[in-house]
């Protein structure tokens, strides 16, 4: 449960925020009975054919404790060609209690290749190092690649199961699946997120974290991109998981 926030807020960010020059947006994450459980604020900044997405969340109220103050910061840099994000660099920071680790990529589009740096403290002093290639490449890393999608479907309305790569989904061996509802299950969407002039669209999320019975993030985007809500439906034992967005 005390991970589980901190993904959702990831999830409903990435799919926020347009092709501003600079541009910050802040949710509130919370988790049915327990009330606000995490705040997420992203900020996306290009200068000419560059871009960096910043993006940070942090526990609070009861979740603060249970985790250890828990804090994680996700880092995109990188180029962009024809209105389209291209990653070189992405980076994730994870710190709670005394713990701290760091996961560094490195994208070379000429060799289509991806290194991955690992590193783990503990009280300051380094528990584990490695350095591998990763078995798979792709031009987005899990930041850009929620921020391409709105070029990348062109199609809102047509609906299906769209399957697309990502560097920082190994676990689920880069793979990351976006799902348009049909006609018939927007009211479904509707009644979940609230009605208005929205993109609804799900992210079929593969990880353990969630406990959820299918691992689903329903989310509704405005036409200028960004992400009024999300909700992650059923997790075992405590029900729905709500992010919205505040600022």
Known sequence: MRKSFIFLGLFIIFSSMGYAKVMDVKYKVSFGIFGQMGIANAHLET???????????????????????????????????????????????????????????????????VTKEYLKKKNGKITAEEHTVLDFYSRNDLLTLYFNLPKMIRDKSKAGIYTLSAVGAERQKGLVKIKIPASKEINVYKKTLGKGDFWYITAIIYQKIFSSNKGELMLAIEKNGIAQKAVLKDLIMFGDLVAERIK
Not at 54 to 82: C, P, Q, W
Request: no cysteine; charged share 30%; glycine share 8%.
């Open 47 to 113: 200068k000419g054919n560059t871009y960096t997405i910043d993006i940070g969340m942090k526990a609070t109220g009861i979740a603060k404790a249970l985790s250890h103050n828990r804090k994680e910061r996700h880092i995109s840099k990188g180029h962009i060609v024809k209105g389209m994000y291209i990653s070189d660099s992405y980076k994730v920071i994870k710190t709670y209690g005394q713990r701290y680790i760091e996961k560094t990529y490195h994208i070379d589009h000429r060799k289509k290749r």
